[in-house]
């Protein structure tokens, strides 16, 4: 698996309180409430102005006022009053502008930076900047007024910053322009005392960082100062947690600025951040937090608590949600785990930090054991034309398309120093997914990742991966309904391909029952990966004595998948595992003269030859068709090599 940008998951919308609610309506109506309300964002009076950003901000989180909306530039009326003489008037339409890229997407924060946001924007960051340098030296009341006006003012404008650099390009090359490296690392500083808007800053940064040389240049030894203080904190609290591990992600995509001689120290750094957080049990924490929330209340004499309870809790739950990236239906499911969370904002949110926090670093881990994927550029000189066979014929029999995967020694030790594989692998429960699996689903992903880049020896053992396969073999069958889950089916195939590449299992009949199941799932995801599964078993069976008839079995049910599948790269996917398993060994002339593999293939050669060019170019990528046709390409080197056995008998 290649390297991957994994979209960060973005705070919950900004919601001032005590901002009346919008009247219903179409926004796109003349009278309507939103034309009234951006013609008050010009009104003398500072009260007017802040109630109209505070509806406005309600109202962005509708996704269906937002066309309307940007119709009436709604960005070039909000975008001046982020510099508004008011601050409580800044702050509201920072977090209307918030809610406008968070909830708008992609395209609307384009049309955000195409209106010149970022120029109010950054204007604004410097001015809190200088605010809470200033109030540093005020009165003390009027120190701790405006220092928490200000901090709550910069945290909806970094909010609105990260999103809008996350989703374009232009905003990030401004982000470099301006020096806002300088502005946020100083936000960052105050993480001891405002923790909120120091995630918000290494979440942004974190987005920034990635594949930015012209910003690492501005990363000079007060930004690794900055940095490494945060790191180095010792804060117990969950919220700590999560910025430690996005602050050490910052980190690794700015390592090559670093001395040469202290990389093998940072990543060892960092790792161990990960893994700490990682060895946090979540589901021992949400008990926790449910205790403590029960104990607080209890002592608590404020009688309207238990009245704004439901409210909070639904809020902050939305924002855990926000954590699925796919979901089925809107009935409860059995092991929803709802009525275990605490039920108030303060505690909840300890909760969703956790979670975000072993996400995250589940995702860095996996791309620290990635290599980078070929260039588009790449892909496109390799993209399935008239010449593709002529190139690929040119190809070595010793040569690959891609480079394999490689892991620094730096790296792999720290990993295993870390025992990260093993807490990759704890991080799952025995159940099917939950409402909060996606978790899970990265464990999977970081267990399958590091599979990869390993040996034996290092994870164990031939005994203790064969514990491991058992293991994930009873994840799919644990229980009926897990065929439902195709994110996870994927997530724990793909570890099991992984693992398969290492240690053939000699269960081959819970092998097939999986691949039984797994092939008839209608993810194309899952499907490849268990015919990767087998075609790995099989090529390992090839060379032990005995072993025809299972190869005939899986012979089989290749030839089959090859044959019938609906996808093509599940058709190549197929092919390239019969090539594997049938490619040497008298076992394996055995299996394929009985199933008569060659007659078989040279039927099905020409009905593949002509799905490629009836359907490739309109259904798949320049990268999938140039796969395919290095599979056509060994099909006929296959088909070739086994008439020569053929006419040797």
Not at 413 to 430: I, S, Y
Request: with cysteine.
């Amino acid at each position: 698996m290649g390297k991957s940008k994994t979209k960060r998951f973005r705070r919950a919308p900004f919601s001032p309180a005590g901002a009346p609610s919008v009247p219903d309506g179409d926004p796109g109506e003349g009278s309507s409430p939103a034309a009234e309300l951006l013609e008050k964002l010009q009104h003398p009076s500072t009260d007017v102005r802040e109630l109209a950003c505070a509806s406005l901000s309600k109202l962005l989180q509708q996704k269906q006022a937002i066309p309307a909306l940007m119709q009436r530039d709604v960005v070039r009326c909000l975008g001046p009053m982020l510099l508004d003489q008011k601050l409580v008037v800044r702050e509201m339409a920072a977090g209307a502008l918030r809610n406008l890229s968070a909830c708008g997407g992609f395209e609307v924060c384009d049309d955000m930076v195409t209106k010149d946001i970022m120029t109010p924007l950054v204007a604004l960051l410097k001015e809190c900047r200088t605010g809470l340098e200033e109030s540093n030296g005020s009165l003390e009341e009027m120190k701790v007024t405006n220092k928490n006006c200000i901090e709550d003012i910069a945290n909806e404008a970094v909010n609105l910053l990260w999103n809008v650099c996350e989703c374009n390009s232009t905003a990030v090359s401004i982000f470099n322009k301006e020096g806002c490296l300088a502005v946020v690392l100083q936000y960052l500083k105050r993480f001891h005392t405002n923790v909120d808007l120091a995630i918000a800053v290494a979440s942004c940064l974190q987005a920034v960082t990635e594949d930015n040389p012209d910003l690492l240049s501005s990363f000079d030894a007060s930004a690794h100062q900055a940095l490494e203080t945060v790191m180095l904190s010792s804060d117990k609290t969950m919220h700590h947690v999560l910025l430690r591990t996005l602050v050490a992600g910052v980190v690794w995509n700015t390592k090559s600025t670093l001395p040469s001689g202290s990389q093998a120290g940072t990543v060892n750094a960092i790792l161990k951040i990960f893994s700490e957080c990682l060895a946090i049990d979540a589901g021992e924490t949400v008990l926790q937090m449910k205790k403590a929330e029960v104990e607080r209340l209890t002592i608590s004499a404020e009688p309207e608590a238990e009245e704004n309870m439901d409210e909070e809790h639904n809020a902050v739950l939305d924002e855990v949600e926000e954590m699925e990236e796919t979901r089925t239906g809107t009935a409860k499911r059995k092991n929803d785990i709802s009525d275990l969370l605490p039920r108030s904002t303060q505690e909840l949110k300890e909760v969703a930090a956790l979670l975000l926090a072993q996400q995250t670093a589940l995702e860095i881990i996996v791309n620290m054991c990635c290599s980078d994927d070929p260039s588009d550029d790449e892909w496109e000189e390799l993209s399935s034309s008239d010449e593709s066979d002529t190139f690929l014929d040119n190809f070595t029999e010793g040569e690959q398309l891609l480079s394999p995967l490689c892991l620094s020694a730096e790296v792999h030790t720290a990993l295993m120093n870390h025992c990260l594989p093993k807490k990759a692998l704890a991080l799952h429960c025995d159940r099917p997914p939950s409402r909060l699996n996606v978790v899970q689903y990265r464990a999977l992903t970081c267990l399958h990742s590091i599979l990869l880049v390993s040996d034996v020896d290092c994870l164990g053992g031939a005994a203790v991966l064969q514990s491991l396969s058992q293991h994930l073999s009873q994840l799919v069958f644990s229980q009926p309904e897990i065929s439902q889950h195709t994110e996870f089916l994927e997530a724990v195939t793909s570890a099991l391909r992984a693992l398969l590449q290492m240690l053939a299992s000699n269960n081959i009949p819970q092998l097939m029952s999986l691949c039984e199941a797994g092939v008839h799932s209608s993810h194309v995801g899952v499907r490849m990966n268990v015919v990767g599964i087998l075609g790995i078993a099989g090529s390992v069976l090839a060379k032990v004595d005995d072993t025809a008839e299972t190869l005939k079995m899986i012979g089989k049910f290749l030839l089959d998948v090859a044959m019938k599948d609906s996808s093509l790269v599940v058709m190549g996917e197929a092919l390239d595992a019969i090539f594997d398993v049938f490619a040497d060994g008298k076992e394996a002339e055995k299996a394929a003269e009985h199933i008569r593999l060659l007659p078989a293939l040279k039927e099905f050669q020409p009905v593949f030859r002509s799905r490629i060019r009836k359907e490739g170019k309109g259904q798949y990528s320049s990268d999938q068709l140039c796969v395919l046709d290095n599979v056509k390409l060994n099909l006929r080197r296959f088909i070739a090599y086994q008439e020569t056995l053929e006419r040797k008998k």
